[in-house]
């Protein structure tokens, strides 16, 4: 039932001297503050306030991360869009403006085309292996 306690839980927090205080956004209370003792914070305003608070910031910090997690998913598909159009773009740069292109130019497109597609190939396999349920976006 009772978890070891350690020294870094004998910490105390000014959340509720001081709610704006810096570094208080990612702490977190330890474990034996989960404990209601004899109905504590029904019988105590500051602690029923101090429970409110900390379950404020628990929620705040799980919906930050839940927002990251959004935007990191997306961006791993416009990174994944942005090798592929780069790939494409040094490839319509072989024929650009209808002009022959020296083979040294053509090399280097053809070049730049591939490693935009190595890189692409190499985002995708490391994006599912980080994330099986990934799909790129088109």
Request: charged share 25%; net charge positive.
């Amino acid at each position: 039932k009772y978890l070891r306690m350690e020294k870094c839980h004998l910490k105390t927090t000014a959340a509720m001297a001081d709610p704006n205080a810096w570094g208080q956004r990612n702490a977190t209370l330890p474990w034996f503050w989960s404990l209601d003792v004899q109905g504590d914070s029904v019988s105590s305003d500051w602690m029923n306030e101090f429970y409110r608070v900390h379950w404020l910031r628990t929620k705040a910090l799980r919906d930050r991360w839940a927002e990251e997690l959004i935007l990191v998913e997306h961006e791993m598909g416009w990174t994944l869009e942005f090798f592929l159009f780069k790939a494409s773009t040094w490839l319509t740069r072989l024929t650009s403006n209808g002009e022959a292109q020296t083979e040294g130019h053509k090399c280097y497109a053809i070049r730049q085309a591939h490693m935009y597609q190595e890189l692409a190939k190499h985002a995708q396999a490391g994006f599912i292996k980080t994330n099986p349920t990934f799909r790129p976006i088109s």
